[in-house]
């Protein structure tokens, strides 16, 4: 310290005091520019990585419900199948015509006429009605109506028309119908698959 005690500053010191003050602002000047352009950065990174964080997290949220919608869509198909197949073709149709017969033998009921009723045809499905007479005291004709509906083809029964007894016996009238999807046939009749 005593080199500073008695000397006089000449102008030397002075530019070189200057210059240190003047490198030092210089300095600090740079520094605080350089610390804010570097903030900048960082936070438009952090904002980067925020954004793709958020973006995995959906993505997380997305695959997890993938999942359970992938096996919704297994057990909607399994199901869809299942009804197909209650469904006939139209090569089949002779043959469900003698299920109808055979489950009317099975029930006890006199099976007395079956009659095609005209076709009603939509966009996707095809609507087979048949008018059907058979003959039985109520619980046979209600068994062999069950037995119908309760079968291994997809049926509606419709407008049960079963008149008083006479003679122990009641002669029922209804239509049964059916249904063929109109795609199913044409997949069928190509031997292509639609799906």
Not at 83 to 97: Q, S
Not at 105 to 112: D, I, R
Not at 148 to 156: A, D, M, P, Q, T
């Amino acid at each position: 310290m005593d080199f500073f005690k008695n000397r006089a500053m000449t102008r030397v010191d002075w530019i070189i005091i200057g210059a240190s003050l003047f490198v030092l602002v210089l300095v600090t000047l740079v520094y605080f520019v350089v610390v804010n352009v570097v903030r900048g950065q960082i936070d438009g990174v952090q904002a980067q990585i925020n954004a793709k964080q958020t973006e995995v997290n959906d993505a997380r949220t997305v695959a997890a419900k993938r999942d359970a919608l992938v096996l919704e869509l297994v057990q909607v198909r399994k199901k869809i199948s299942r009804f197909e197949d209650k469904l006939p073709t139209e090569k089949e149709v002779p043959r469900l015509l003698n299920q109808f017969q055979q489950i009317a033998e099975l029930s006890g009921v006199k099976y007395q006429s079956i009659t095609a009723q005209p076709v009603d045809e939509k966009e996707l499905y095809v609507r087979l009605p048949f008018k059907v007479k058979v003959a039985g005291t109520y619980p046979v004709v209600g068994e062999f109506l069950r037995s119908l509906e309760f079968g291994n083809r997809f049926i509606k029964i419709e407008d049960v028309d079963i008149g008083p007894e006479k003679k122990g016996e009641s002669e029922a009238n209804f239509v049964i119908s059916t249904y063929m999807f109109v795609n199913r046939e044409k997949a069928n009749e190509s031997g292509v698959k639609q799906s």
